[in-house]
């Protein structure tokens, strides 16, 4: 069930029986720009920390636990080129409460979003200070997990310099030591009076309840998003590779290749069985030939980046192997290309993106985010995803696989010496 309750004010009713819990995800989304993620991160660490109301996060936590334990968080988030800011609780359902919960909640999120700790000079100093200090400690763990930090290289090496994707929807350490109080309050104005919400609400509850809810929040209408959140960048014909040497003992190798096929675009089911088969399953190429059958990889996947259009190899092995990888991982893709998998290899690839949609199901999470990528690419229609999966053929995975076109390798490896 869909409404609009303002214009730019959307929200979204998933009624259902099937969880305990009740789930409210708050979503403002706007375009990304070189510098809001650092600033929209702070401010979500501190509005989620207290309020006017409860002006510290142990009397926030208090109220939290006398409403049956809910649980309450904000976070940032990017689909596409659209950056997200999210508030999000759950709670169990009137029902198993025996009193209306969900209403007491919904207050709790206004106070948090309408009244946080702020005077007229800004936010509270104290509060800027220990979130800035944890965010810095959160920032500087990235590069901690080598795994993840090579991936945010190799996307940084793919996209080009003056891509706003350039820049990672968590923030950057070097911009937060930057950001002023004024900036955090022209954030938080810009956010309440511009930005795009979709208010999701998904469990047992009564419709007109938790429309009645929402109809004192103080958002006035604003314009829809007119920036899509498909990212389109041209093919550039330059290789870009880069190598780094650190000390580790596991060395990475990871690849990025042109894959101009985005979210529920004709080919995009296609393209998810091709990635299942190159290195998104445990039947697939990279695995098999790769990690199994070679022992050259601790481990080897492929994702598809359907906003970005593109799709990232990772592997983690030893420096000395650098080149027959890379040779591997050109292979694989080549086999694919001439269409050199089996019938049973994708029909099993096929079985567990199925598997996988349906666990996924089984989550009220799951089930929203699936629900916010809709509305931020603007695909509202729901499709039988099974059918839609089990319909592609081989022909289809061949073309989607030919359509890959090596645009930037990262290789993080250890001392040079080794």
């Known amino acids: 069930m869909d409404l609009t309750i303002r214009q730019g004010v959307n929200l979204h009713i998933i009624p259902t029986d099937q969880f305990r819990l009740t789930t409210v ?41 006398d409403l049956y334990g809910t649980f309450l968080s904000a976070n940032v988030a990017r689909v ?44 509270d100093p104290t509060t800027i200070k220990v979130q800035r200090a944890n965010l810095a400690g959160i920032l500087r763990s990235v590069t901690d997990d080598k795994q993840f930090y090579a991936y945010q290289q190799v996307e940084k090496q793919f996209y080009d310099l003056d891509s706003v994707m350039w820049h990672p929807s968590y923030g950057e350490l070097e911009l937060l030591d930057k950001i ?21 609400v998904l469990g047992n509850v ?9 109809q004192s929040w103080p958002l006035a209408a604003r314009q829809q998003l007119s920036t899509i959140a498909d ?35 004709e080919g995009y089911y296609a393209a998810l069985v ?32 359907a906003f970005g259009g593109h799709l990232v190899v990772e592997t983690g092995i030893q420096t000395k192997n650098y080149s027959r990888v890379r040779d591997l991982i050109k292979q694989q893709v080549v086999e694919l290309q001439e269409g050199r998998f089996t019938d049973e290899q994708l029909a099993e690839v096929k079985a567990a993106l199925v598997n996988d949609y349906q666990i996924g199901l089984d989550s009220p999470l799951n089930i929203i985010e699936h629900r916010l990528v809709n509305e931020m690419s603007r695909h509202r229609e729901l499709i039988d ?33 080794e």
């Open 206 to 214: 009564d419709t007109a309840t938790v429309e009645r809810s929402l």
């Open 25 to 65: 995800v708050v979503n403002f989304a706007t375009p990304q720009t070189a510098t809001n993620p650092t600033v929209r991160h702070l401010l979500a660490n501190i509005l989620e920390s207290s309020c006017q109301k409860y002006p510290s996060q142990t009397l926030l936590a208090r109220k939290l636990d």
């Open 180 to 200: 002023r109080p004024a900036d955090l309050v022209t954030a938080y104005r810009q956010m309440l009076a511009s930005d795009q919400v979709d208010i999701f």
């Open 274 to 305: 091709m990635n299942g088969l190159l290195g998104g399953s445990p039947y697939s190429k990279l695995f098999l030939n790769v990690r199994e059958k070679a022992g050259l990889a601790y481990y080897a996947d492929s994702q598809v980046r």
């Open 385 to 417: 995803v099974p059918a839609a999966v089990e319909a592609v053929t081989r022909q289809e995975v061949i073309e989607a696989a030919r359509l890959l076109r090596l645009q930037a390798v990262y290789f993080l490896g250890g001392e040079q010496n």
């Open 231 to 265: 990212y389109h960048q041209p093919f550039h014909h330059h290789l870009r590779v880069r190598k780094e040497h650190q000390r580790l003992s596991q060395a990475k190798l990871d690849a990025a290749f042109s894959l101009p096929v985005y979210y529920r675009d």
């Open 80 to 123: 596409g080129q659209l950056h997200n800011f999210r508030l999000r609780a759950q709670m169990i359902n009137d029902q198993q409460a025996g009193e209306a919960l969900f209403v007491q909640v919904m207050d709790l999120l206004a106070e948090i979003l309408f009244h946080p700790l702020k005077d007229d000079d800004g936010f």
